[in-house]
């Protein structure tokens, strides 16, 4: 029973990548470990299949989750630990796209959109069936 | 051997078949010639009859273990329960769009019985055979299930993912749904085609439409369900772009069916009706190609090759173009059409409304996915477009949209003979639904946060207004009930969760939510193509005893994947849920304990939205009808 | 009817056939499943690795001032690192390009014997063992080879084996540019 354990364990060890992540990270106050939660949601495994480094269990989600418990720790805030792995492995790792000019469209599309729609709601159905109204 | 014989015969028998129905009835229909017309429902039979034999040949080449068939060889292995090897046909590419192909078949079938309008019959079924003939010649030119492998293999199994109840009900519902707006597309296209788009058009989209919508409302839910249920950290939902991309047709079917009412009632919007159905057509196809292109970064995808993305791709553009051509050559009938006018405060505003921002929602969600895509294609950069972006967006996006939900059910039409006083009962319902989430809240949380606040109060109010039109429309009370019902899910679980990882040892306990755990033991666990350990956890709650409940771990022999089995203890108000994480020195195992209030209602709220579907296919009673 | 007619009717067309252009361009042009390196120009991140065979040597940027060098992340667990290793070989004897190594999450003695399998091209090698400065150079997959200027900058990251092929059109060259405009 025991060997079979070990041998469990190693292969387990050897070939997981799709389970959960291992050794529970302790910190010192809630608040922290609500940060460690939310932003390892946030952060992607970049060698996976569209996973947060939360849910992988590949070895450089495994790497990553530990760098961000460090950098928790070492009360590093949530922006800086976004910018120091962005700064590694471009925007592509977090999850959240940016708000700069090449994402300009991304991020105000659901504003222009509603006026828009509106619009159209005026254009081919207020004006079109109700010319009293216009 | 033998069966890739017969399965390929049959494929190319089927393809015949698919020529036939495409070309004579629409031939027929530009000579008119009632002969050539006649072709179409006999055509379409022998099409279903060929490619059901080629089904049914596929599914016994996995019963019988079959391994020269170099698809069967890759999905399936001697050891894999029998349930599996049955379903593990739509498994992958090539016999999920076989599964396509039956599942189309199925639904033209099912339209040919339908002998309410003669002279749209033949049209309708020569456009559901062009799409047949595309995915037939998609299936046989690039991905062929029937293809032999030289060297039989003992097989590779099914992956271990899909080896659960979810993988045995999603996937055909799921495509049941999104081909079934193929049908809807069909009538316009062939009402396009005869310039005829009445009420009787209408009404039989909007049937063929909600059934389809239906059905993937259904597979969305058992989709989600199943993700909970075996991925591990009790998620259930992603923002995946292949979840996406199953998402967008549902909006834009939701959109076409309440305009469709529109147009049945007061002969409005059938320019709009139209579009919409041709666009949540082109959406199930975009969908099938953003999966199967390889162009996406998606944990559902299925195998990549630009050779089947490039044929998709033109498959789509072709469909879409030609579609929209003949619309496009249409439309000046539709807005020649007289002025029907409105209030401001009739159903007919609400539901333009309603429709704009479903296709707006839609929309969001479409940029979103294929936003990186796009800056990659123009190589501008690589970025992700995630949960975050899309839980922030839509999130205003569906509060505003659960307002005008509200709004629409109290809302009467501008022709209706009694129209009550809006502003009485709008002003109570907004208060009382307020006051109780209020109260919700308080008591539950002891906080008041302005979002679940927001969004509990506007789910009373879609319910309270939804319930006012019960007895005339109780489809509509189901569904939008379901909807509010999948939203307080939603809020609810989100702030009243509580999760712990910890290390525990055979007899510790630990405390989440009013719950205790107790580890008991662990036992081996082996199944014939896998083995494992299991745990066992005693559920307490205030020294009750509840339940066992006991997560697995399980290596997968053939394919050397470690799957982690959820154990999972479920009621309506509450899950408990229980992961088994990784085996620690001595004894410590690793554990993710969750605590998830209302998680059912989100799964509950959708199959409530289907019944309502279900209940408003039912046919209207004649004195219901409005001018 | 006009030119203008049919212009104008069919103008909706226009933005769909500009998103089917996209999608077909995705299928040939995107990098889906590569990541380009963010710290292209950047100065090479401190480190102070000790070194694989003189645990008492440190192994840091200074070493790239200079001339034009690579630096080649790989592991003994890593298949493809040892099929790259006869390219390596060849570029350190045959192209006379210094190349440095960092032994990547790896264990000591493994790696001292894996070279001795297949060779050692490296002036120097750094071992890290916990993976940190791999992911201060935004690591993500071995074998990867980066190409260091002079003044200790990244020019370039490659992921992967190099073969001759990318060595020929797309490293060599890359390399070459930068010793002419010096």
């Known amino acids: 029973m025991k060997l ?57 989600a495994t790497d990553l989750r530990e760098k961000v418990y460090r950098m928790i720790v070492e009360k590093k805030s949530d922006a800086e630990i976004k910018t120091y792995l962005v700064k590694r492995y471009g925007e592509f790792i977090l999850f959240e796209p940016p708000f700069n000019s090449l994402t300009l469209l991304l991020w105000l599309f659901p504003f222009i959109g509603l006026l828009a729609a509106l619009f159209f709601v005026y254009r081919f159905a207020i004006a079109r069936h109700t010319p009293s109204l216009l | 051997m033998t069966i890739a014989l017969i399965g390929n015969m049959a494929l190319i028998i089927a393809l015949c078949f698919a020529l036939a129905q495409s070309i004579f009835p629409l031939w027929g229909h530009f000579r008119h010639n009632v002969y050539l017309l006649a072709f179409a429902r006999p055509s379409a039979f022998g099409q279903c009859f060929f490619i059901l034999v080629a089904y049914f040949f596929l599914t016994l080449a996995f019963a019988t273990n079959d391994f020269s068939i170099a698809y069967v060889a890759a999905n399936s292995h001697s050891s894999l329960p029998l349930m599996y090897k049955l379903t593990a046909v739509w498994g992958a590419h090539e016999g999920s769009i076989l599964l396509w192909i039956v599942i189309l078949n199925a639904w033209t079938i099912g339209f040919s019985f339908y002998k309410k309008d003669p002279a749209l019959l033949p049209l309708v079924i020569a456009i559901l055979g062009i799409i047949s003939l595309c995915f037939l010649c998609f299936l046989l030119l690039t991905s062929n299930p029937f293809l032999t492998t030289l060297t039989p293999q003992s097989g590779q199994d099914l992956n271990p993912l899909l080896q659960d109840p979810g993988f045995v009900i999603h996937p055909p519902f799921l495509y049941t749904g999104y081909v079934g707006f193929s049908v809807a597309f069909a009538i316009t296209q062939a009402a396009l085609l005869r310039g005829v788009l009445d009420h009787a058009w209408a009404e039989l989209t909007r049937r063929f439409a909600l059934a389809a919508w239906c059905f993937l409302t259904l597979g969305i839910t058992l989709g989600s369900w199943w993700a909970y249920r075996v991925l591990g950290w009790g998620g259930f939902w992603f923002w995946d772009p292949v979840e996406n991309a ?169 022709t209706a003979t009694h129209t009550p006083p809006l502003w009485p009962v709008l002003i109570k319902k907004a208060l009382i639904s307020l006051l109780s989430a209020t109260a919700c809240l308080w008591g539950s949380t002891g906080q008041l946060a302005i979002i679940p606040l927001l969004a509990l109060s506007l789910s009373f109010w879609v319910i309270l207004s939804a319930a006012t039109a019960w007895r005339s429309q109780p489809g509509m009370t189901l569904a939008h009930t379901g909807f509010a019902l999948l939203v307080i899910g939603l809020m609810l679980s989100s702030t009243l969760n509580e999760e712990r990882e910890v290390r525990v040892k055979p007899g510790d306990a630990t405390q989440v939510g009013p719950y205790q755990f107790i580890f008991l033991d662990t036992q081996q666990a082996n199944g014939t193509n896998y083995h494992g350990i299991r745990a066992n956890f005693a559920v307490n709650k205030q020294q009750r005893h509840i339940t066992i409940l006991s997560p697995e771990k399980r290596i997968y022999t053939v394919r050397d994947m470690v799957m982690t089995k959820v154990a999972i203890h479920p009621s309506i108000f509450r899950d408990l849920y229980l992961a088994l994480g990784e085996p620690l020195d001595a004894q410590y195992w690793s554990v993710r304990i969750y605590y998830k209030p209302f998680v059912r209602f989100i799964w509950g709220g959708g199959l409530l939205m289907m019944i309502g579907g279900i209940v408003a296919l039912r046919p209207r009673k004649e004195n219901r009808k409005l001018a | 009817m006009t030119r203008y007619f049919f212009i104008k009717k069919f103008s909706p067309l226009f933005f769909l056939f500009v998103l089917f252009f996209l999608l077909w361009r995705s299928l040939f042009y995107a990098h889906t499943h590569e990541l380009p390196s963010a710290l292209i120009g950047e100065p090479l991140p401190h480190f102070q690795l000790k070194t694989l065979y003189a645990p008492h040597s440190f192994l840091t940027p200074t070493v790239f001032h200079g001339q034009v060098s690579l630096l080649n992340v790989w592991a003994t667990w890593c298949q493809a690192c040892s099929q790259e290793q006869e390219m390596l070989m060849k570029i350190s004897q045959d192209y006379h390009i210094p190349i440095y190594g960092i032994d990547y999450k790896d264990n000591a003695d493994a790696a001292k014997k894996w070279l001795q399998d297949y060779g050692n091209p490296y002036i120097s090698i750094g071992s890290d063992p916990s993976g940190d400065t791999a992911i201060d150079l935004g690591v993500y997959g071995t074998p990867e080879t980066f190409i260091i200027s002079p003044h200790g900058k990244i020019i370039y990251r490659h992921v992967g084996v190099i073969d001759q092929h990318t060595w020929d059109h797309v490293l060599y060259p890359l390399i070459q540019q930068y010793r002419d405009t010096q």
Not at chain 2, 299 to 324: I, K
Request: glycine share 4%.
């Open chain 2, 246 to 414: 199953s998402l967008l047709p549902w909006l834009s079917g939701i959109a076409l069916i309440h305009v469709l009412v529109l147009v049945e009632k007061r002969g409005m919007a059938t320019g709009w009706a139209s579009l919409l159905a041709i666009i949540t057509f082109a959406l199930s196809l975009l969908g099938t190609f953003l999966v199967r292109s390889g162009v996406l970064i998606s944990a559902h995808t299925f195998a990549n090759d630009p050779a089947r993305g490039v044929f998709l791709l033109l498959l789509l553009a072709l469909v879409s173009t030609a579609a929209l051509i003949i619309y496009l050559l249409r439309l000046p009938q539709f807005l020649s059409s007289p002025r029907l006018p409105f209030s401001w405060r009739s159903r007919e505003l609400a539901l333009w409304l309603n429709s704009a921002l479903l296709s707006l929602a839609m929309t969001t969600i479409l940029l979103g996915t294929l936003y990186p895509l796009l800056l990659d294609a123009l190589h501008l950069g690589t970025i992700s477009v995630g949960a975050p972006y899309f839980n922030k967006v839509m999130l205003p996006l569906t509060l505003v949209l659960m307002v005008f939900m509200g709004l629409g059910a109290l809302s009467t039409w501008t």
């Open chain 1, 4 to 60: 079979f354990t070990a041998l469990f364990f190693i292969s387990v060890a050897c070939i997981t990548v799709y389970a959960l992540p291992t050794d529970p990270y302790p910190f010192s106050s809630e608040k922290e470990t609500k940060r460690f939660v939310t932003l390892t949601q946030e952060i992607r495994c970049v060698v996976c299949q569209n996973q947060n480094i939360s849910s992988s269990n590949a070895p450089l």
